[in-house]
């Protein structure tokens, strides 16, 4: 069993349940409580807090329904791998990977010029079927397979190697070819795994999975990146900042 230093205050407003629930929440994306480790049952975890048994089964609930925890049957609860959440701005998914210490590593499935399929050209601002640059690629986190992604560069745009790819994220390969990006068109969605991709992703075919698309622009407005990407609704999630108008 993994001890948690967990303490409640019973003067503050917020319910004691999600007190506890945040706290646990805290160490799983700290890895301080790494996958697959064992808590004590809401029993034991209850008496150690003096907070009643509905209050701790609430929490651990809570941590539950976000997929944090897992209950399983002559086992216990244990801890799932955490989730990668990642803000709606313009970056690479490599560098918010490493920046959050998740260890990025990629599969380059293809790289290689193909014509433009209608949406891509419309994009990109091209010709119908104009040649553009394809890279496909399968982006892991903590060796688990995380998204799929596929992108597109225009033609002459940037040399671009698999080496380079599986060491970088592709936007730190643009910046290095002096590129700029600047602002972005986004759109985020969901879809069912198709059989490939339930593959590949170690999820079950028909699993729910996020997608975005993207078209990003550089410093002059010139459309450079088009990516379609899936990514596993299970460990990955996008934040969002709301302001009041």
Known sequence: MTPLAVTVDRRSPVPLYFQVAEQIEREIVAGR?????KLPN???????LSLSRPTMRQA????????????KRGVGTQVVQSQVRRSIELSSLYDD????????????RDLRLCPAPEDVAAALGLPAE????????????????LALMTNYLPPGLV?????????????????GAGIQLRVARQT?????????????LHENKGAALLTMTRTAYDDVGRAVEYGSHVYRAARYAFELTLIER
């Open 97 to 108: 990977l490493a920046r959050a210490g998740q260890h990025p590593t990629t599969v380059v």
């Open 33 to 37: 409580l790494a996958p697959g480790a």
């Open 60 to 71: 651990i609930q809570y941590l539950v329904d976000k997929g944090l925890l897992v209950r």
């Open 130 to 145: 104009a040649e553009v640059l394809r890279i496909r690629r399968l982006r892991y986190a903590q060796d688990e397979p």
């Open 159 to 175: 040399e671009v190697t698999a080496e380079q790819l599986q060491a970088n994220g592709l936007y730190a390969v643009l910046r």
């Open 188 to 200: 985020i969605g969901a879809c069912a795994a198709s059989a490939a991709q339930a593959k590949d």
């Open 42 to 48: 809401e029993i034991v975890l209850a008496d150690q």
